[in-house]
């Protein structure tokens, strides 16, 4: 259930070990926001063993470093190697993305066929070894098993568990896309980009083959009435919000003029104790939406959909598969929820005593990358290895 990053490649992974999925989409039209979308080694990983690393180099960046910068000057706190060096080290590549570039590469791949669009689900029913799933427009589909990958605010885990509001992190985020063009005197280095201020974080790289510039510029916020993420904002506002800092940040955010510049709400949930039962199963931000503060979002929803096609793959009693795809992902996924929720504080630190002992703590940071733990998780591999209760 649903088309977005995460439910497109369940499909793929799951057509890849000889099962078959439909996908229903609530949208009457397949597209992503325009926006960038950091993938890290663990999620590029798991596209390449799908046979999507051609598509993938024509619109990727692959940047070079990662680096934390300075509020006020733009100067340099840390920088950890992204490019050549990760990707030896960890097997598979560090990509900068336009999400709407790989929705339209996974989307080619499965195929219009197994996508049906405007299908909004309403409801689920179990009923013995199949589940029956309700839809807006009357109609309803019969099926062996049933994976919410429908996001934050899925309809599956309403229909499981109740409706449970998301929290709001009282910050939203700003998201621009710049020609590279119009900054081109700027000359940005191809890395990925997070400057830290107070109460507030920009961060920025390019996409598409390096034709954008992607930015987000996260800011504090007490009033978003409507839990459902973006809204149009006012360029005005947004320079407001990076008042005074480092005039790379405030070009970026400049070169929007005469564009619609969007804010989205930061909303996450707590880790999920539960995440289905019986035949029904959830995936990706259905299950551990997360601040973006780790870039992961979309990660672990491709983690999700490798695991949970390796599993199934291998076992005769689907529900008993999802339950231990379940138990393989919760903890991992959980973690990365928190660390993200963490990062928060640790990005937005005021300036004072703590802001320094963090900044000396980025300059003194070893040599191996502090992502490690995250990059080095093989999702074909956890999903393939034998089942056991
Ligand atoms: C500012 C920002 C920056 C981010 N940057 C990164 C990053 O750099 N790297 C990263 O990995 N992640 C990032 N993320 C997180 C990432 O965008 C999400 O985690 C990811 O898109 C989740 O994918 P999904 O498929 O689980 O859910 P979604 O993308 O939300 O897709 C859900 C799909 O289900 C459909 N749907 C919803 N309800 C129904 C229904 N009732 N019936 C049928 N269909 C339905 C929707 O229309 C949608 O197509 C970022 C997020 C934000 C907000």
New binding site residues.
Partial sequence: ?????????LALALRDVGLESDV????TE?R?VG??????PN?SRVLRHLGLQEDLDRIAVRPLTGDLRRWQDGSILTSQPLGDEVAQQFGAPYLHLH?NDLHTVLRKRLGPERVSLG????GIIESGSSVRLA??DGSTVDADVVIG????????RTALQGPQSARFSRAA?W?GLVPAELVADLNLAVCSTATLGPGAHF?HYFVSAGRFVNW?G?APTDTWTDES?SAPGKLDEALADFEGWNPMVIRLIEAMSGSTVYR?A?YDRDPLPVWGEGAVTL????CH??L?Y?????????E?AAVLAGVLAQVDDLTAGLRHYERLRRERTAKVQLAARANEQTFHLPDGPEQRARDQRFADAPATHRNAWLFDYDAVAVGRAPVTR
Avoid: K, N, T
């Fill in positions: 259930m649903g088309a977005g990053i995460g439910g497109l490649v229903y989409e609530a949208a397949l992503e926006a960038g979308l950091q993938m890290s999620a999400r299908r909004r689900c309403s839809f807006e990958a429908d996001g934050i605010h899925s309809a599956v985020a998201r961060v987000v996260v993420w989205w930061m995936l990706g931000d259905a939406p997360m973006p780790m870039a992961q979002g979309a990660a672990q929803a491709i999700d």
